[in-house]
């Protein structure tokens, strides 16, 4: 997925503000249902984040272009692990790993077959 | 209302991103309800902004200590007015006005007394 | 210029939060310069927004994909005037009149020929 | 360092958007410094985020009062490390680790003295 950094993304510093990186992360995992025609939010069923491990090797800028990649490494009934990069130009500037629990009701949940299946 | 700029406030420019100063004036109509231990958001019964006319007069940025006012121009039976100024040390950097009406079930609907009251 | 709304851009009300209509009008009026290898920021000189009128006419919801145009209609030697769309499906859900001021050092300054053709 | 929750905070979940709890985070950071009168940022020097360890326990809603409370845990020349809470009348929502280098032109530098006695 790829994602443009706009005025609004960026801080005093004249880099990519470091929360908004987690914005980008969760625009690609949402992406990825999105790309099927599903949503990863029903109603009183979703996905929250429990768990982030974030590396900031490098600042994203104004205006760059920038590729947000999304990979399973953690596939539980009703959690799932997501290992992410965003890349600029092909060089690594931040690396997350997210650990997300399905929520019914605000509850812990078995994840539906069919938002699961979009990962095979 | 006391607002402090911090880096998630400011942008690229050195300054507060334009759209924050929206939310600066978001805070201070919710806190004047805060302020009475009340809500101005009930399940399906809240307030929507639907016209904005700003006037970014200064910038503000990192580490200000704006005030942000609150003044009721207008009331309908479904929607206020209100007339906000965005300070800092006694000097206008920002106005709007804001019309907000009242939703139940995405619907308009009268303002419920107990939140009018609080105007006066 | 085609945007998605993600979680980062819904509010409690189920609906997009009211400022981040201003980041979507602003990713599209970057966007122009950006489509032609430019960049509407340059160090010390860059726009910034002088006025805002906006109508909130329907709200757009999580997971819409959302269509934003930008017409200049009004340019002067230091600001120019854009009036912008927020559509979903061909249905206009905000409007928006952008007056950008062009600064350098802070300070009103002719906008340069190349930006400034941009929109011809 | 009190934080509300206002609507920009929140998403169509009905909860704190997940990314916002590092803002809340970075603002109690930047407090240290204000509270001093001294300030985080100094144009070509400060502080960026190399590392973030987070856990999401429960989830913050529209309108709390939240508790974010910062102790530092490593000081080195260069970088810092804080543990952070987020907490909700005394129950912990969140906690974070959070490590900081100083940068002076982009690239690492020692923290002044002025800055790090601020910790003691």
Do not use: W
Not at 35 to 61: C, L, R
């Amino acid at each position: 997925m790829k994602v443009r950094v706009y005025y609004e993304d960026t801080d005093v510093g004249g880099v990519v503000y470091y929360a908004n990186y987690l914005k980008f992360c969760e625009r690609a995992r949402s992406n990825i249902f999105f790309e099927k025609g599903m949503s990863p939010h029903n109603s009183d069923e979703f996905f929250v984040v429990k768990h982030v491990e974030a590396d900031y090797i490098k600042s994203a800028v104004f205006a760059d272009e920038l590729e947000i990649t999304c990979e399973l490494i953690e596939k539980r009934a009703a959690s799932i692990t997501m290992y992410q990069e965003v890349l600029r130009d092909g060089e690594v500037l931040f690396t997350g790993k997210f650990k997300l629990a399905y929520l019914k009701d605000f509850k812990p949940h078995r994840i539906p077959k069919e938002l699961i299946n979009v990962f095979s």
